[in-house]
């Protein structure tokens, strides 16, 4: 099966994941993607191959040598608009003209600079109502084209291959369930994200905030001197914050809040937070402007109640590998021996790799060539995934 036919197969199969679900994986879907994939790891001959009570499917390609790399995608794709395309379009040697998706989307690189990066690439783009799926079908498609590779090439590697491919990673729970020694790996890499031209390790330290503010409601006929409105409160909370230090107004290591939730009525608000930075003392620095906050209120608003619930989730992996390099030192040299380059940048997000890289595998984060996730607009280089497959190669040797 060729590249372009795996990865049309597998985005075919719509694994959308749910916030609102209390099941893992979240949908019925992705436990049957991970049989189709257990399936196909089987037939190219893989014998030791499960799908555990959580429908993650481990592989691993034992060659007898001292050291076993892991590579690792998930199968879910984010819950914006609906997956399972069925007719992407493919386009051949790009060149940097407007993309026609449908009669009413149409993507140009006045809009989208990420396709100036792609003159000269194959591409497949949407068909307008879908998304593509390549994050992380791409990923997936890339470790299989690898693993193909890998088995009729035994001989030429330094390192066993472990594989995993798990759920809900677009939902933030894609490592909660990630058993590292099911993995049997030394070190892995997330095989997720966009341009293959950049890697990662680095990422936002992260926590979430949930603020509750209990007004007093009254008449409004009657309110002057008595009424609370919590609504007027929720908004002069967030006004108290740094009104420039949210995601639309920050950039590359820029920390942020993130307004998230707002619902509300006279009596009862909530409002609801995501906190971000890579500096981990400013980060803590943010949680302390919420309680400085929350005080500030309830001192002009004595009658008020006012709850501020702060929750960390994910740390930045860079401050585990500033101390740990042999990952990293094996992304840098697949990259000379295959001549390709290489820039590493920080992640605006989270990623599986960083709470993995803290349950003890280190796990860095390699791209894809997917582009624009997340929505209509999305697009990946078929050159860029090839590509990968060569770095891989070399990352094994």
Do not use: W
């Amino acid at each position: 099966m060729e590249m372009l036919e795996r990865f049309k197969k597998y985005i075919a199969f719509d694994t959308v994941s749910d916030d609102n679900s209390l099941t893992y994986p979240s949908t019925k879907s992705q436990c049957e993607f991970a049989d189709l994939l257990f399936s196909d790891l089987v037939s190219l001959g893989v014998k030791d191959v499960i799908k555990d009570e959580n429908s993650i499917v481990y592989a691993r390609v034992n060659i007898g040598k001292e050291k076993t790399l892991g590579l690792i995608a998930h199968m879910d794709t984010a819950p914006t608009i609906a997956g399972g395309i069925k007719n992407p379009k493919l386009i051949e040697k790009y060149d940097g003209s407007d993309i026609k998706l449908n009669e009413t989307y149409t993507m140009s690189p006045n809009d989208f600079p990420a396709l100036k990066e792609v003159i000269g690439d194959d591409l497949l783009v949407t068909d307008g109502e879908h998304l593509l799926g390549g994050d992380d079908k791409a990923g997936v498609t890339i470790i299989f084209e690898f693993l193909i590779y890998f088995l009729n090439h035994k001989d030429e590697f330094n390192y066993n291959l472990a594989i995993a491919f798990t759920a809900d990673e677009e939902i933030g729970r894609g490592a909660s369930k990630f058993d590292v020694n099911k993995m049997k790996a030394d070190i892995a890499y997330t095989i997720d994200g966009g341009s293959i031209y950049e890697a990662n390790f680095e990422n936002f330290n992260a926590a979430s905030a949930k603020v509750r503010i209990e007004g007093v409601g009254v008449h409004p006929g009657d309110a002057k001197g008595i009424m609370i409105n919590s609504v007027l409160l929720g908004i002069e909370f967030n006004s108290l914050l740094p009104q420039d230090m949210i995601p639309s107004k920050t950039e590359d290591y820029q920390g942020f809040f993130h307004l998230d939730s707002f619902k509300g009525d006279v009596e009862n608000t909530t409002l609801e937070y995501i906190l971000r930075d890579h500096d981990k003392k400013l980060l803590e620095d943010k949680k302390g402007m919420m309680l400085g906050a929350k005080e500030q209120l309830l001192k002009k608003y004595p009658k008020a109640k006012i709850e501020v619930e702060i929750k960390d989730e994910y740390r930045n992996m860079y401050d585990y590998f500033i101390n740990h390099m042999e990952a990293i030192e094996l992304i840098n040299k697949a990259y000379i021996n295959s001549k390709t380059p290489i820039v590493y940048k920080p992640i605006r997000g989270g990623t599986d790799g960083a709470t993995i890289t803290y349950m003890g595998l280190p796990c860095p984060n390699l791209g894809t060539g997917d582009f624009n996730p997340h929505g209509r607009f999305e697009f990946v280089s078929l050159t860029q995934m090839k590509k990968m497959v060569e770095i891989l190669i070399q990352l094994f040797k």
